[in-house]
């Protein structure tokens, strides 16, 4: 490994520290409000309503998905927040 010398005045190099250190917590804290994604199966489960449903609701835009490769996915609290904001439907099951 080289060493490198680079004068810095003090109020420098604790700015450049500080703002260091601000990013590492700040993607400490990203990774934090992580929210594992849930297969369609555990969405319709979730929500009771059956798989049409469910892909209708996704294709109007009504609830987000986000796809991996070829698989449809789903954040629970999105699902729930979507849901609510949902008309009541006939039909739909509780």
């Given at each position: 490994?080289?060493t ?39 969405a ?41 904001k ?9």
């Amino acid at each position: 490994m080289k060493t490198i010398i680079i004068p810095l005045e003090i109020t420098e190099f604790r700015s450049l520290l500080k703002e260091a250190i601000r990013e590492e917590i700040k993607q400490i804290l990203d990774l934090q409000q992580y929210e594992p994604l849930i297969k369609t199966q555990e969405a319709m489960k979730l929500l009771g309503v059956s798989k049409v449903t469910l892909l209708n609701w996704r294709n109007s835009g009504l609830i987000p998905s986000y796809k991996v490769n070829s698989r449809v996915y789903f954040k629970k609290s999105e699902l729930l927040a979507a849901v609510g904001k949902l008309p009541n439907r006939k039909g739909r099951r509780k």
